[in-house]
């Protein structure tokens, strides 16, 4: 993973993005039994997965590696919509 954050242009920020992403997925949990929660975490996460996506095209990823960040972007942005219709 550290060549691969070298490769996005990201080497010094390794820690604080999987902070982050340690974060988002630990809201989602607790998410579970507070719904405010869950809103703020999955907006927080499609924001980052969607970023994500875009530095995958900007350094010329193929589709192939680019998938799942793209599954991850819709997945949060599916949780914010159906959890945002509910409440």
């Keep these: 993973m550290v060549k691969e954050y070298e490769r996005w ?21 607790i998410g579970l039994f507070y719904e405010q929660l869950i809103l ?10 969607t970023y994500g996506v875009y530095v ?4 010329g990823d193929s589709i192939k590696m680019t998938i799942p960040a793209l599954f991850y972007t819709i997945i949060n942005a599916l949780i914010l919509y159906l959890d945002r219709a509910n409440f």
């Excluded at 703020?40 to 997965?49: A, D, G, K, N, Q």
């Design 9 to 29: 242009g990201y080497k010094d920020y390794r820690y604080m993005i999987g902070f982050f992403q340690l974060m988002g997925g630990a809201g989602l949990l």
């Design 40 to 49: 703020i975490t999955s907006l927080c996460l499609t924001i980052m997965m």
């Design 56 to 59: 995958r095209f900007k350094i």
